[in-house]
């Protein structure tokens, strides 16, 4: 018997309260975070955020929520191409 595997689709929203708190949905892993730099993947792409004390106060990845608190800089957003391409280059190559 052929099991298959089911992917669910989350809904991906953001909301910026003041520069100083987000709330997100959608959220399907944390790559890395520390104070300034927090990279996540989302239903609606690669998401980096950076600022001044960052912290992530509220992470579940069962349902896809992350609240993070801090001073916020920059929201960008790329493709997942984009991110994985940038993770094979050098430093990726070395790390492996």
């Known amino acids: 018997m052929e099991e298959r595997k089911v ?40 998401l980096t955020i950076k600022g001044q004390e960052l912290d992530v106060k509220k992470l579940n990845l069962d349902d896809g929520n992350v609240t993070i608190t801090g001073r916020v800089y920059s929201l960008v957003y790329s493709d997942r191409e984009s991110f994985s391409a940038k993770s094979s280059g050098l430093l990726g190559k070395m790390f492996k």
């Open 7 to 46: 992917e669910r689709q989350l809904k991906h929203s953001l909301a910026l309260d003041n520069r100083e708190k987000i709330n997100l949905s959608g959220v399907e892993s944390v790559e890395s975070f520390n104070s300034e730099i927090i990279v996540m993947v989302t239903s609606g792409g690669i």
